[in-house]
């Protein structure tokens, strides 16, 4: 029976490189299995297609592609800070594995259906946290705040800092460790089966070992490998949101106008509805960075996306900014590299998905300060008004009948 031996790196550090080429030069294994997917695996040897913008505008992940690339350049300052490139561990791995003709087995997760099944998890107070903590990192880091890479390697500090983890985002925590340490077991479980005898030596995050190396000694307890690889099918709250949205706005409307306060009323309501809306996502939009025809845009189609939960005023505006702009295929490698935030920001195609992402919330907050200021601004009291404009409604409906 063929032994697997696991070596937990931290992805930033120069030890964990040193590490890796020492244990498959000592070890001899007869496989050597990356926490890597094939697209990352490609990347990391610069085989990888740079998505389009086109691509980019297809599949409208505008949100989780934006962390993603948070999370790839605080990855990369701290990398920089320390003077090593993220992943340097596992392209080591890979370069000493080729070298000795040592087969490959890539074990890790399509890393876009861990985006998604990590994203559509998160409620959204978690989501709004895990942005919040993200660009605070970020603001550590560019402020020059050193961090001791080697540590986060040690047992004890890595159950601590999965436990705060899994105390700030349960759902996170789910879907980026848990169902991964799965994921890699099932497939080192695999290996395993396949290799009756010989050695297996699995190159893994720190902050995986544990719990795979708790699922290889009890591989009955394994999920499914099939609810770990499907694409996420979570409850469509933000449809539903939306639906309720636009019956509010009409129910609203057709209490206004049945009320009898008069069709001035009833004209300030729906105005206000595409100001308010407008207002906001164009603001959002120019905050982004975006064109002013973007803008314009967000502010001419805004009162009427947030009426249709399949549309967003962000994608449209997104789909003018791509137009204007014209980002070319190398800006999706340049955004990986950059420095700074600053530099990042003013990448084209880093605009457009801002814009998406940005025009979509002014919108929303268009939605939750227009049912908070609408009778304020009308100057007449919600309770009558609703109260009468339903009882009339009634007697109507009734006298057609």
């Known amino acids: 029976m063929a032994e697997i031996k696991i070596i937990g790196t931290a992805h930033v550090s120069q030890d964990s490189v040193d590490e890796v080429t020492a244990a498959i030069d000592e070890y001899t294994p007869d496989v050597v299995a990356i926490e890597l997917d094939p697209s990352r695996f490609a990347a990391l040897k610069k085989q990888a297609r740079d998505p389009t913008v086109n691509d980019v505008l297809e599949v409208k992940n505008f949100n989780s592609l934006l962390v993603q690339w948070l999370l790839a350049y605080l990855q990369r300052k701290i990398g920089l800070d320390v003077g090593v490139e993220p992943g340097a561990e596992m392209k080591a791995a890979i370069v000493e594995a080729e070298k000795r003709n040592i087969p490959i087995a890539l074990v890790d997760r399509d890393i876009r259906i861990t985006l998604l099944r990590f994203w559509n998890s998160l409620g959204i107070l978690e989501k709004i ?72 030596l699995a190159v893994i995050g720190a902050g995986h070992r544990k719990g795979i190396s708790t699922y290889l000694e009890n591989p009955q307890t394994l999920p499914p490998f099939d609810a770990l690889t499907r694409e996420p099918k979570s409850f469509p709250w933000a449809k539903v949101f939306g639906f309720a949205v636009t019956f509010l706005f009409f129910f609203l409307l057709a209490a206004i106008a049945f009320s009898g306060v008069g069709w001035n009323a009833l004209i300030y309501a729906f105005l206000f509805w595409v100001i308010i809306h407008g207002m906001l996502s164009a603001f959002f939009v120019l905050l982004a ?112 009948i």
């Open 129 to 200: 946290r895990m942005l919040w903590a993200l660009l605070l990192s970020i603001a550590e880091v560019d402020g020059g705040e050193e961090i001791d890479i080697e540590s986060l390697k040690k047992e004890d500090v890595i159950d601590m800092v999965m436990e705060e983890f899994r105390k700030f985002s349960p759902n996170g925590a789910r879907a980026l460790i848990d169902e991964r340490d799965a994921f890699i077991a099932h497939q080192l479980v695999l290996l395993k089966s396949q290799l009756p005898e010989g050695k297996i």
């Open 289 to 400: 960075g975006g064109h002013p025809y973007s803008a314009l845009t967000c502010f001419c189609v805004a009162w009427m996306t947030s009426l249709n939960p399949m549309l967003h005023a962000g994608w449209i505006g997104a789909y003018v900014e791509a137009r204007v702009r014209n980002p070319p295929i190398s800006d999706f490698r340049k955004i990986y590299q950059t420095e700074s935030i600053m530099e990042m920001a003013r990448i084209p195609l880093f605009k457009v998905v801002l814009v998406a992402a940005l025009g979509n919330l002014g919108s929303m907050l268009g939605t939750i300060l227009y049912f908070i200021f609408i009778f304020p601004v009308l100057g007449i009291d919600p309770v009558v008004v609703i109260s009468t404009g339903i009882q009339n409604m009634w007697v109507w409906l009734t006298g057609l």
